[in-house]
């Protein structure tokens, strides 16, 4: 976790916790990103202004096509600071076009077999030995569970029951907590997976341990 350093640390330390507290989406990264920014060009700045915000959204923009998520962040960043009787810039509400409506593609039969007969012949890499193992699994279980893809990336051996099925989601979108539980076949296919990751990373603690893909 990235240490807080700047003028605006306090403030932004306060809306993380406060958030948290209620469940709703926190900014974390996105003010984390902030504090370093205003740690390099306003070190000694406690108060949030117009010009720290405008400048550093601009900066932002150099690096990303969209700054929407920018701009909301420390908009609430503003609100809180506000709301709690101090001054501060507020971002007005419509300062970036909203977000354009999002078109999800569905995959046709033909193109989900023809994804998995690719993932199934994966072969063994020296670069990469264990992906072959790891792969037909990590792409089943994102599928059929429904999970995005932090979850999966992020899933933890602790919070998988093999017995039951049932995977218990932490890092989520709402940072909030749920129990997914996977078909029959499924959990068939991650106990012979458990078999062989045992072998290949026994001493991670993550279900589809990074360094081995």
Not at 35 to 57: F, G, Q
Not at 129 to 157: D, M, Q, S
Not at 163 to 182: A, D, Y
Request: glycine letters at 4%; charged letters at 25%; proline letters at 3%.
């Amino acid at each position: 976790m990235h240490k807080l350093s700047s003028g605006m640390a306090a403030d932004i330390q306060s809306m993380i916790s406060f958030r948290t507290k209620f469940g709703v989406t926190t900014y974390e990264n996105l003010l984390n990103h902030f504090d370093c920014y205003c740690c390099d060009k306003y070190p000694t700045a406690t108060i949030l202004t117009r010009t720290m915000v405008l400048e550093w959204l601009a900066y932002e923009r150099t690096k990303h096509k969209s700054i929407r998520e920018n701009a909301i962040a420390v908009r609430q960043l503003g609100k809180h600071i506000v709301s709690e009787g101090r001054t501060a810039y507020i971002l007005p509400n419509n300062f970036v076009s909203s977000k354009s409506e999002f078109a999800p593609y569905i995959f046709t039969d033909q193109e989900l077999s023809g994804l998995f007969e690719v993932i199934d012949s994966l072969k063994y890499s020296w670069k990469n030995p264990f992906t072959h193992i790891i792969a037909p699994v990590l792409f089943r279980l994102l599928y059929t569970c429904g999970l995005r893809l932090n979850e999966v990336r992020e899933l933890k051996r602790a919070d998988i029951n093999l017995e039951s099925g049932e995977i218990l989601i932490t890092h989520n979108k709402q940072k909030k907590e749920r129990i997914v539980v996977m078909s029959d076949d499924m959990l068939d296919l991650c106990n012979e997976y458990e078999k062989k990751r045992l072998v290949f990373a026994n001493d991670s603690a993550y279900y589809f341990p990074a360094y081995y893909i």
